[in-house]
């Protein structure tokens, strides 16, 4: 049997490969080692881990997952490290340089220790319960379904000397959720109105209004009982007073067969026909729960005039007219060619002006007759005064 061969070997090629095995093993316990810091210098630990000498107190620094160590066996018998818990890491000082800006002070205003909360009052909590509202014209009336106004007043005064609203509602009946205490209430009425003053406690409370009012609706005619053109005619109310005036002015231009409603009592009205003269005053009654029905006689007629050559002729444009009483009293001027207005029955004096030129004529109205009234260039021709001032001379 032949022996392998094996090349020679010199001492100094021996010598070098065991220089680099121990360096080897040198630089793996230093690595190790330089985890645990146990104090001994790198070339101290690396000459015992290689030449056998006491081996270190503390476990190697091999770690390894607690789910990898057999039950019932700790890491330090087995020669490994237990997890290491996280170390903390102080701050790193700045250093001070010179010329930096510090931070200003800050001056926060005291803060108390809690802040007070803000209860609701008892009455906000408390459900609150209605006041109702319903309103009669007299008091064994019916109650009103629609046409009134509820407006609830606080009876103290505000800033500006006005009670303060708090509510109000439209129709017939009212409902108010508001707080017990106590308010003024005013009911409207078109001009009919109440105000008394309600002491509500909280609790549900239903409150009957009488507002002791009535209706009215006017009418006129002529004589004769002749229909009179809506359009013509409007009514004033006022209230009742012994002296004209001292009385109040209600309600003014009231078409006729319009209803008004008003507090019952006495009031004065006055029918007006036309714009002129022709007016009507009576003293009417009101009574509670009832509509009066008022129509008021005219003693008036309508009259168009036009100053014409010849009777039943054209009329002759650019004329003023004026018209006088019996006694004088200047009654209207117009200007046009068929001037029309309505005059109360008596006795007129009609004066017609055209360029230099003034007509006239009596003229007597009938109450119910409505007439033409022509004045003829031939009656009565008087030359226009001079109205040019003189130099003065």
């Known amino acids: 049997m032949k022996t392998p061969f094996l090349p020679p070997v010199s ?3 021996w010598t070098l490969a065991f220089v680099l095995v121990a360096g080897v093993t040198l630089l793996g316990v230093a ?34 997952s607690p789910s990898g160590i057999p039950d019932g066996r700790s890491a330090e018998e087995l020669g490994l490290s237990a997890p290491r818990a996280l170390q903390r890491l102080d701050p790193i000082a700045l250093p001070d340089v010179e010329g930096s800006l510090d ?59 006005k009670l303060p ?31 008394k003053r309600v002491e509500f406690s909280g609790e549900q409370t239903r409150e009957i209004v009488v507002l002791d009012a009535g209706g009215l609706t006017l009418n006129a005619l002529a004589a004769g009982d002749v229909p009179i053109p809506q ?36 009031y004065h009205v006055v029918s007006n026909f036309g714009s002129v003269n022709a007016v009507v005053r009576a003293d009417v009654t009101v009574e509670p729960g009832k509509l009066t029905d008022v129509t008021l006689q005219h003693r008036a007629a309508q009259l168009t005039m036009k100053l014409v050559r010849e009777k039943g002729g054209e009329a002759i444009a650019d004329t003023a007219w004026t018209i006088s009483s019996a006694s004088g009293d200047l009654v209207r001027e117009s200007v046009g060619a068929f001037p029309s207005m309505v005059l109360a029955e008596g006795d007129y004096l009609i004066v017609a002006k055209n360029k230099d030129r003034v007509y006239q004529r009596d003229f007597e109205v009938v109450a119910g007759v409505n007439t033409d009234v022509e004045v003829l260039t031939t009656n009565d021709l008087i030359a226009a005064p001079d109205t040019t001032e003189g130099s003065g001379d």
């Open 11 to 13: 001492l100094r090629s």
């Open 31 to 64: 690595s190790v080692e330089a985890q645990e810091g146990d104090g001994a210098s790198f070339l101290e630990r690396g000459i015992r881990g290689f030449l056998g000498g006491r081996p270190s107190d503390r476990p190697s620094g091999a770690y390894v």
């Open 165 to 195: 609203l708090v509510a109000s509602a439209r129709g017939g009946s009212a409902a108010f959720e508001v707080p017990r205490g106590t308010y003024l209430l005013h009911v409207g009425f078109g001009r009919a109105g109440v105000t």
């Open 231 to 266: 359009d013509t005619l409007t009514f004033d109310i006022f209230s009742d007073a012994p002296e004209e005036r001292d009385r109040q002015l209600i309600a003014d231009d009231v078409a006729p067969k319009t209803v008004v409603e008003l507090n019952a009592g006495t």
């Open 103 to 161: 931070s200003p002070a800050l001056r926060l205003p005291a803060l108390p220790a809690y802040a007070p909360q803000q209860l609701p009052l008892l009455d906000i909590i408390r459900t609150r319960k209605t006041l109702l509202f319903e309103a009669r014209l007299a008091q064994d009336g019916d109650a009103v379904p629609s046409g009134l106004v509820w407006r609830l007043f606080s009876p103290i005064a505000g800033p500006e000397g």
